[in-house]
């Protein structure tokens, strides 16, 4: 039972373009959603985080879209740099003191040079 | 900035053996975790726990696993009896009070049993 998903599991984009990285959800009972960045062996690194309230979330490069009717959120990366390849993780929780995060598989990202 | 440690990196055990986790979260923090990924898996929550009680569990979590916050200042994963499907990453997290707080994560512990 996937609650959170990523479809697509690698992307590559030039530097200097946009990445679009995509995450579908499917309980109606998240209402934050976060992402996170995991280089190779570290811990996931929060990137940004937006709660149902609100449909957009903008921290620099990173910009979070959320649409709740589809169930749907993207992280958007501009410009995209060489050091943001890695596994990008969305991550959704419902209730807002101390929940679980509920994590998607996960999508690498390649920034070629 | 304060970060989440773990502690060993990487712990190699012999199926059967107890096995301890270590993490010290980040010294505000009210709430912890344990979360593990299963090599080319997803992340999976385990365990969190606040005010020196487990405050939810996943099934992945069974009788085999116990938490603990020993002192104020560690917080420990306990696998009783490791299988060979143990072997994954764990990571520990911590998140501060107030509602929608990210959780932070440490680097993990690498567990590989033989």
């Known amino acids: 039972d996937q609650q959170v998903k990523q479809n697509s599991p690698s992307l590559s984009v030039q530097e200097g373009r946009i990445s679009i990285l995509n995450c579908d959800y499917t309980?109606?009972?998240?209402?934050?959603f976060l992402w996170y960045k995991k280089y190779p062996a570290e811990g996931p690194t929060f990137l940004i985080s937006i709660s149902s309230i609100k449909d957009k979330n903008e921290d620099g490069r990173f910009t979070v879209f959320l649409n709740k009717s589809a169930k749907h959120l993207s992280l958007h990366i501009v410009p995209s740099q060489p050091g943001d390849s890695a596994v990008y993780f969305c991550?959704?929780?419902?209730?807002?003191?101390?929940?679980?995060?509920?994590f998607g598989p996960g999508t690498r990202l390649s920034v070629l040079p | 900035e304060p970060e989440v440690t773990q502690t060993p990196s990487h712990q190699v055990t012999q199926m059967g053996q107890e096995v301890i986790l270590r993490c010290v979260p980040i010294?505000?923090?009210?709430?912890f975790y344990w979360y593990r990924q299963i090599l080319g898996q997803k992340v999976e929550f385990l365990v969190s726990f606040y005010n020196n009680e487990i405050s939810e569990k996943s099934e992945i979590f069974d009788d085999q696993f116990s938490v603990e916050r020993p002192d104020g200042s560690n917080f420990t994963l306990k696998i009783r009896s490791t299988k060979l499907e143990d072997s994954a990453m764990y990571f520990c997290a911590s998140t501060g009070s107030g509602g929608n707080q990210p959780q932070h994560f440490g680097d993990g512990t690498r567990l590989s049993i033989l």
């Open positions: 010294s505000n923090h009210l709430y």
């Open positions: 309980n109606s009972m998240f209402d934050y």
């Open positions: 991550a959704a929780s419902a209730g807002s003191y101390g929940q679980n995060f509920v």
